[in-house]
């Protein structure tokens, strides 16, 4: 997925960068700093295990997993590359899940731990609500979450740009 997006990077002809398990560890500092100073850069093409650990992306406000893990908290530490100190914007974090695959099944699945967790630490007893086949994508993907088409993921990187590009 990450050689796809870094393909229509190139074809919409967006600066941007990529990190991912292949990148020397010492260019990855490097490619952080340049992101974060260089206002021409926008995105920052992560695989999740690769950016999840010691990445400080302050100037980024925006979260596009592609790759959602089977550990919850893996896709809850990409997360935070922008949830640190001296973020000043609203962070926004969207999951590309397709319908009808198994990424609906990992989606529910982390979902499910997370409930667990959240059960445990809170100390409150009783069952995970069970997800049965037709509400499992219903809940998860329908429900709180935008469904999001190829016409308004071009609408979004378009008001990105012209956000960037207006300061």
Do not use: W
Not at 63 to 77: A, R, S
């Amino acid at each position: 997925m990450l050689d796809i997006l870094e393909v229509y990077m190139r074809i919409r002809g967006y600066a941007y960068k990529r990190l991912d398990g292949s990148t020397p560890v010492m260019e990855r500092q490097e490619m952080i700093n340049e992101f974060n100073n260089d206002d021409d850069l926008f995105v920052f093409l992560l695989s999740t295990r690769a950016g999840g650990l010691g990445i400080n992306l302050t100037s980024a406000n925006h979260i596009i997993l592609h790759d959602i893990d089977f550990n919850p908290y893996n896709d809850k530490q990409a997360e935070d590359r922008c949830h640190r100190m001296g973020q000043k914007k609203e962070v926004f974090v969207t999951k590309l899940i397709s319908k009808d695959t198994v990424e609906v099944d990992i989606h529910c699945l982390a979902r499910k731990k997370l409930q667990l967790e959240k059960a445990v630490t809170d100390g409150i007893k009783g069952q995970l609500e069970e997800v049965d086949e037709t509400s499992r994508v219903s809940g998860s993907l329908e429900s709180k979450e935008e469904k999001l088409d190829n016409e308004t993921l071009n609408q979004l990187l378009t008001s990105a740009l012209k956000r960037k590009s207006s300061g």
